[in-house]
């Protein structure tokens, strides 16, 4: 699986109602197809690391 597009988002824009155990910075990813990603993070950040690292930005 070969995603695309990445994007960082934030858990309080999709479900403002709840804290998701405090792990409300996000990365999303997907392929316009079928396939679909997202991990959550408690900072921000660890998850514009992780934005970076799938965007090849910087190295693992």
Do not use: C, Q
């Not at 597009?5 to 990813?29: A, E, F, I, M």
């Amino acid at each position: 699986m070969t995603l695309t597009k990445y994007s960082k988002v934030y858990w309080y824009d999709h479900k403002p109602t709840d804290d998701n155990n405090g792990l409300v910075y996000g990365v999303s990813g997907d392929d316009d197809v079928e396939n679909f990603y997202i991990e959550w993070f408690k900072t921000e950040e660890e998850r514009n690391l992780k934005f970076n690292i799938l965007k090849g930005n910087v190295a693992e």
